[in-house]
């Protein structure tokens, strides 16, 4: 029996609505696919859309540089620094004036070793961002900490003649990471490196310059790993780690402390003197053929017959850093 034309129109136009119904299902089913599958890793591809997108700018933006250009400190400049703390003129001869004077200082003595030297010189300003007391404070920690202003004086003088602030830390009977910790904002920054100065790095019961400090291996290892994970999370240039010391106990296990991506670790030998005695003591302690930088410090005070910058130049080893208190 024939189907009435009535009856067949309302079929055909039933199948039509669900074939359209059905596709525009089809059509969700993909489209939450793709959502699924961009979530579970597919937006690191190229192709797959808005986090990709923001990795490819965050890839094109120009990686930060050191003050006078390019990524690395050492082993391609000298850099010498001034050292010291406004809080007191005894602290070293960076302290001495308002920063901008104690810049054009060092900027002086920068250019003195750039005449002779093989490599361009990079200057530093090394600001005692920790100071150790004799006396315990509201801390209890036998240090001050230098407040934001003050670094933020010293760094913008350092910026102005394209320098390093370097941010030396006295812990007194804290510790180094403790006190590094408390710096990182300012250790953020791409021309901002760390100084540890273990002789004024003492436990209970001792005082701080009542007698020499000292730091463990794992101290400075435990500074280096987390300086080094700041510098690898921001892309930043090489830091310098400067580590000083005047005796042989001043750091612990020497021959542990570890080499880092990022980092140059540079120890610093310390102590005044005549020119004798102070080339006997660099040659004691400098690590000619190690995996260290070798930095070598003046007094201007203390100091008798101060080296000059040729007599410096010619230690051997030659320092990778040159640091004036």
Known sequence: ???????????????????????????????????????????????SGGSA?????????????????????????????????????????????TPTRAGIRLAAVAKRYQTIGTVPTLPAMELIATVADGV???????????????????????????????????????????????????????DVSLALDPEWRVDAPKVPGQVFGSVTAREVNAVSFWLAGIVAKHRLPQKLLLIHRFTPSMIVDQDQVKQRAGLAVTINVDGFGDQPNKKVKYRQLAVPDGPFFNGFKLFHKEDTDLMTPRQVVRLRPSPNVVVYE
């Open 1 to 47: 029996m024939a189907v009435p034309d009535s009856v067949a129109a309302v079929q055909n136009v039933y199948r039509r609505r669900r074939a359209v119904a059905l596709g525009v299902v089809a059509i969700l089913v993909l489209v939450l696919l793709v959502l699924v599958v961009r979530g579970c890793g597919g937006g690191s591809d190229p192709s």
């Open 53 to 97: 997108r923001a990795t490819d700018a965050a890839a094109e933006q120009p990686l930060p540089q050191l003050p006078r250009g390019g990524r690395t400190i050492l082993p391609g400049h000298r850099v010498i620094a001034y050292y010291g703390n406004p809080k007191d003129a005894e602290l070293g001869i960076l302290g001495i004036g």
């Open 136 to 190: 315990p404070g509201d801390s209890g920690a036998y240090r001050t900490r230098s407040d934001d202003a003050t670094i933020r004086r010293y760094l913008r003088a350092a910026r102005r003649m394209k320098a390093l602030l370097i941010l030396d830390i006295q812990p007194g009977r804290s510790d180094f990471l403790q006190e590094s910790v408390h710096l990182a904002k300012w250790l953020r920054q791409p």
